[in-house]
C-alpha cells in the first residue's frame, strides 16, 4: 500500500531534519563566547582543573569528531554530561521528561474535549453565548501570552478562590504513587492510588489549561469553520434527502469531513503548546523539561541544550507522524492520492 | 386539485433571506404529479427548478429559505407542516430524488457502501417489518441495486470511494440510492447532464427502463426539449419562479401558447435540441428585484401596457393546456 511509502518518507525526511538540527545546534552551541568549563567550575578554579574538565568532556578535540563522538554517543544512549547536574544529559532528561509530557498530554486532552465540542456548538448556534464565548477565547488565546494566562488562573483559582493549589506536581503531604511512567496521573491510576491521581489532578488543571488555551481557542475556531462548510455541503443534503435522520448525519456525516482541518493543525497546536510550557512551568515551579532546559540554555550547558533541543525535536516528529497516520486514515483523499501518485 | 396526485405543490412561494434583502424566487408556483405519472419540468437556469423540488423533499434549509405561502402536499400530507419523523418516514419510501450534480452528492470520506448501507437501513425500518434487517441482508440489497444499475463488480464498487469513481459511475451509484428503498416517486433533477453527452445518453435510457420496470412516477427535470418529448406525458414550463406553461407534451410542442415556450421551441433546432434559451434575449433578472407583473415582460417581444402591472393567472386554452399569459385573456388562443 502507498500511503505507508508516503508515511515512511515522511518519517525518513523528519529524522533527516534532526540531523540537521542536531548539527546546527552543535555548531550554535559550541561557537558561542564563553567557556562552558569555566562557567561551570566558577572563577576560581585552577586553569589546570579547567583544562582537564575541557578534556574529559571532549573539547579538546577537532569539532567535526566531537560532533561524531556526541552522535553515535545518542545511538548507545549517552547524550553526554550536563555540566550543572554532572550526570548524563539522557539521565536528566528521563528525569525532567515525563512532567512535561504530562503536562503538554493533559493540555491536548483540553483541546480535544473542549475546542473540539464547543467548535460543533458553535458552528450548530451561530451568534449564540457559546459562539461568543468560542471568539473570545480564540481572541485571547492569540492576544495573551500563556504564561499571563497562568498567572491570571492561579491569582484567581488560587489566591482569590483558594480552591487550587499554586505550584507543583503533588502536595507535600501527598505520596507520590511508585514510579513507573513517570506520569503521575497514569501512575496513580495504576497503583489505584485515587487520593495521589486526585491531588495531582488538582495540580495539573491550571497549568495545562494555560498551556492549552491557544489551542483550545484555534482548534475551536477552525471546527465551527468546517463544520458550517460541511454543513453547505451537496452531500448533507443528499444524505437528508435518503432520509438519513438528523442525529446521524451530525455525528457521521458531518463530523467525519470536518474532523479533517482540525486534525491536520494538531501537529502544529503540540509544537504552540510545547513552547508554551516552557514559561508556563516556570510560573508554575513545574519541574519539567522547560525549566531544565531554559538553566542549560544560561550555563552554556551544551549537552543538555542539545538533548533537550533534540528530544522535543524528536516529540515533534512522532506527533507529527501519529497525525499524518490519522489523517489519513480519516480522509481517503489523501491516501489515494498517495496511492495512485507517481 | 387532483386527487391522486402523489406531489400536489399549491401557489408555492419560496424566499431567500440574503445578503441584500429577500430574494423571491418562487412566485406561486403550481404542479402536480399523478400517481405513475411521467412529468417534465423545464426552464433556463436559474429559474426555480430545484428549488421546487428540494422543498417537495422537505430538504430545503430555512433558513435562509422562507414559505411565505402555498402548500406542498406529498401522497395527501403538507410537506411544509411535517413533523420531521413523518417527513423521514416518505423518504425513499414515498419520494426520492436524484441530484443534479453526482460528483458532489456523495460524501468523500465514507464508502459507497458506508452510504448505501445507511440509506438501505433507515429507509427499510418503515417499510418492512419482516424480521431484523441484518447485515448480509442490507448488502444483498445494496448489491442487487448496485447491479440494477448495471454497475460492473458492485461487491469492489461497495469497497471504493466515491473519489475513486467516474462521474458516470457515481452518477449510478447515485440512481442506485435514489431507488434502493422502491419509491412511489421519483424526482430526477437533470440526471447526467453534469457528465458527457454519450454518458448522459447511457443514464437516461438506463433511467427509463428502470422507472418503465418500477411503474413509478417522475418528474424529470431538463433542459434537453428532446428528451422531454421523447420521455414524459406532460410538461411544465417555468419562467424565473412561475409556470408560465403547462399541458400535453405533443400539444405543447404543436402548439406552444406561451411567447416564452415560443422562444424555447423556436430556438431548438428541431428535436436535437440542448441549449435553452438562446433564442431568447436578455437574462434572467434578479429575484431581489423581480419583474413587475408578468416577470417575462422586459424580454416579451409582445408585451403589452398591463404586462408590467399584474401578474397574468393562469388561464385554460384547451381541455389540457394552461398558459399565464395575457395574450390569452378574453377568449383568444
Ligand atoms: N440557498 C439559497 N440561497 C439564496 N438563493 C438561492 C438558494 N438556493 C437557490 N437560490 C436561488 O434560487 C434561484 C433558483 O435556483 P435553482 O437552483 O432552483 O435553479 P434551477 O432552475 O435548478 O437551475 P439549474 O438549471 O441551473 O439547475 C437561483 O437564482 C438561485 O441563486
Ligand atoms: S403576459 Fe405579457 S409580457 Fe408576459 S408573456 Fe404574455 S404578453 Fe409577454
Ligand atoms: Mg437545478
Redesign the pocket.
Given at each position: 500500500m502507498r500511503f505507508s511509502y508516503f508515511v515512511l518518507r515522511r518519517w525518513l525526511y523528519s529524522i533527516l531534519v534532526l540531523f540537521g538540527l542536531s548539527i546546527l545546534i552543535f555548531i550554535i552551541a559550541r561557537m558561542l563566547p564563553g567557556d562552558p568549563a569555566r562557567l561551570a567550575l566558577g572563577p576560581f578554579a585552577l586553569q589546570e582543573q579547567v583544562e582537564h574538565l575541557r578534556h574529559v568532556m571532549g573539547m579538546d578535540k577537532p569539532l567535526p569528531l566531537q560532533y561524531w563522538t556526541y552522535i553515535t554517543g545518542i545511538f548507545h544512549g549517552d547524550f553526554g554530561l550536563s555540566f550543572q547536574t554532572r550526570r548524563n544529559v539522557a539521565l536528566d532528561i528521563a528525569h525532567y521528561l515525563p512532567a512535561t509530557v504530562e503536562l503538554v498530554l493533559m493540555a491536548i486532552v483540553w483541546v480535544l474535549v473542549l475546542g473540539v465540542p464547543l467548535g460543533v456548538l458553535a458552528a450548530r448556534y451561530k451568534d449564540s453565548w457559546v459562539d461568543n464565548l468560542v471568539r473570545v477565547m480564540a481572541f485571547i488565546g492569540v492576544a495573551v501570552p500563556p504564561f499571563v494566562v497562568g498567572l491570571f488562573l492561579q491569582l484567581t483559582f488560587s489566591y482569590l478562590l483558594g480552591i487550587l493549589p499554586t505550584t507543583g506536581r503533588l502536595s507535600l503531604m501527598t505520596p507520590a504513587p511508585p514510579l513507573r511512567t513517570g506520569l503521575l496521573l497514569l501512575d496513580s491510576l495504576i497503583e489505584g492510588d485515587f487520593s495521589a491521581l486526585g491531588d495531582a489532578l488538582k495540580h495539573i488543571i491550571l497549568p495545562s489549561f494555560a498551556i492549552a488555551m491557544t489551542g483550545i481557542g484555534q482548534i475551536a475556531r477552525l471546527t465551527r469553520a468546517s463544520m458550517s462548510d460541511v454543513a453547505n455541503q451537496d452531500y448533507i443534503e443528499a444524505s437528508r434527502g435518503f432520509g438519513i435522520p438528523n442525529r446521524v448525519i451530525a455525528f457521521k456525516y458531518m463530523l467525519k469531513p470536518a474532523s479533517i482541518a482540525p486534525l491536520t493543525i494538531l501537529g502544529l497546536t503540540f509544537a504552540s503548546e510545547l513552547s508554551n510550557a516552557f514559561l508556563v512551568e516556570t510560573v508554575f515551579a513545574w519541574p519539567g523539561l522547560a525549566k531544565y532546559g531554559i538553566r542549560a540554555i544560561l550555563r552554556k550547558d551544551f549537552n543538555a541544550v542539545m538533548g533537550v533541543v533534540l528530544i522535543i525535536g524528536l516529540a515533534f516528529v512522532i506527533v507529527n507522524l501519529i497525525v499524518d497516520i490519522l489523517a489519513g486514515y480519516v480522509d481517503p483523499r489523501i491516501r489515494i492520492k498517495h496511492e495512485e501518485g507517481e | 386539485m387532483e386527487e391522486k396526485a402523489i406531489l400536489d405543490i399549491r401557489d408555492l412561494h419560496v424566499w431567500f433571506r440574503v445578503y441584500e434583502g429577500v430574494s423571491r424566487v418562487l412566485d406561486g408556483v403550481s404542479l402536480y404529479v399523478r400517481g405513475g405519472e411521467h412529468v417534465g419540468l423545464v426552464g433556463e437556469t436559474g429559474c426555480g427548478k430545484t428549488v421546487a423540488m428540494k422543498t417537495a423533499m422537505g430538504i430545503l434549509r430555512s433558513p435562509p429559505a422562507l414559505f411565505p405561502q402555498g402548500q406542498v402536499l406529498l401522497a395527501g400530507r403538507d410537506v411544509l407542516k411535517a413533523a420531521p419523523i413523518e417527513l423521514l418516514r416518505m423518504k425513499g419510501k414515498t419520494i426520492s430524488m436524484i441530484f443534479q450534480d453526482p460528483l458532489s452528492a456523495l460524501n468523500p470520506v465514507f464508502t459507497v457502501g458506508q452510504q448505501i448501507f445507511d440509506v438501505i437501513r433507515f429507509g427499510h425500518r418503515w417499510i418492512r417489518d419482516d424480521g431484523a434487517l441484518t447485515k448480509t441482508k442490507v448488502r444483498g440489497i445494496a448489491m442487487e441495486a448496485l447491479t440494477s444499475v448495471q454497475l460492473p463488480d458492485p461487491r469492489r464498487i461497495l469497497s471504493l470511494y466515491p473519489l475513486e469513481l467516474s462521474g458516470g459511475m457515481r452518477q449510478r451509484v447515485l440512481i442506485a440510492m435514489a431507488l434502493v428503498n422502491r419509491p412511489r416517486f421519483l424526482i430526477a433533477d437533470e440526471p447526467g447532464s453534469a457528465l458527457d453527452v454519450t454518458i448522459q445518453a447511457q443514464i437516461l435510457s438506463l433511467l427509463k427502463s428502470l422507472v418503465k420496470e418500477a411503474g413509478i412516477a417522475v418528474l424529470l427535470i431538463t433542459h434537453d426539449l428532446g428528451v422531454v418529448r421523447e420521455t414524459v406525458e406532460r410538461v411544465y414550463i417555468m419562467y424565473a419562479g412561475r409556470v408560465?406553461e403547462e399541458g400535453q407534451t405533443v400539444e405543447i410542442f404543436d402548439d406552444p401558447k406561451?411567447?416564452?415556450t415560443q422562444g424555447l421551441l423556436s430556438s431548438v433546432p428541431r428535436l436535437t435540441g440542448e441549449a435553452l434559451a438562446e433564442g431568447i434575449p436578455g437574462t434572467l433578472s434578479d429575484y431581489t428585484e423581480a419583474p413587475s407583473?408578468?416577470?417575462?415582460?422586459p424580454r416579451?417581444?409582445?408585451?403589452?401596457e398591463?404586462?408590467?402591472q399584474q401578474k397574468?393567472p393562469m388561464v385554460k386554452v384547451s381541455t389540457k393546456q394552461h398558459v399565464?399569459?395575457?395574450?390569452y385573456h378574453g377568449g383568444g388562443g
Open positions: - | 408560465v406561451h411567447p416564452y407583473g408578468c416577470r417575462f415582460h416579451c417581444p409582445q408585451a403589452m398591463k404586462c408590467a397574468p399565464a399569459c395575457y395574450l
